[in-house]
Nanobody
Framework: QVQLVESGGGLVQAGGSLRLSCVMS????????MTWYRQAPGNERQLVAG???????NYADYVKGRFTISRDSAKNTVYLQMNSLKPEDTAVYYCYARARRVSSRLWLNYWGQGTQVTVSS
């Protein structure tokens, strides 16, 4: 069964850093885009950063210069390095991937269960 598993969240003081990881378990599939989203209580889920299979990246304005997304395609893993964290970065961070079985033409959307990031002031 294919699933996304995030790790790396936790509690950190403002100005600190965290590194999130998200691995797609399973075998025999091809991954396209991988993206990090976040959702704070009472707010809608919002895009944080994304990376294509070719390595092109995009960032939300509110994290540019502080967060870096990267991926290790051999390990089916995407990372989010978060530096200079602010209290407003507090949220549940979700990993998303668009993938298909190599035997199928159907692209499917996969979500992780989320990992909590809390930044104290």
């Amino acid at each position: 069964q294919v699933q996304l598993v995030e790790s790396g969240g936790g509690l950190v003081q403002a100005g600190g850093s965290l590194r999130l990881s998200c691995v797609m378990s399973g075998s025999g599939f091809s991954i396209d885009d991988m993206t990090w989203y976040r959702q704070a209580p009472g707010n809608e889920r919002q895009l944080v950063a994304g990376i294509t299979s070719g390595g092109s990246t995009n960032y939300a304005d509110y994290v540019k210069g502080r967060f870096t997304i990267s991926r290790d395609s051999a390990k089916n893993t995407v990372y989010l390095q978060m530096n200079s964290l602010k209290p407003e970065d507090t949220a549940v961070y979700y990993c998303y991937a668009r993938a298909r079985r190599v035997s199928s033409r159907l692209w499917l959307n996969y979500w992780g269960q989320g990992t909590q990031v809390t930044v104290s002031s």
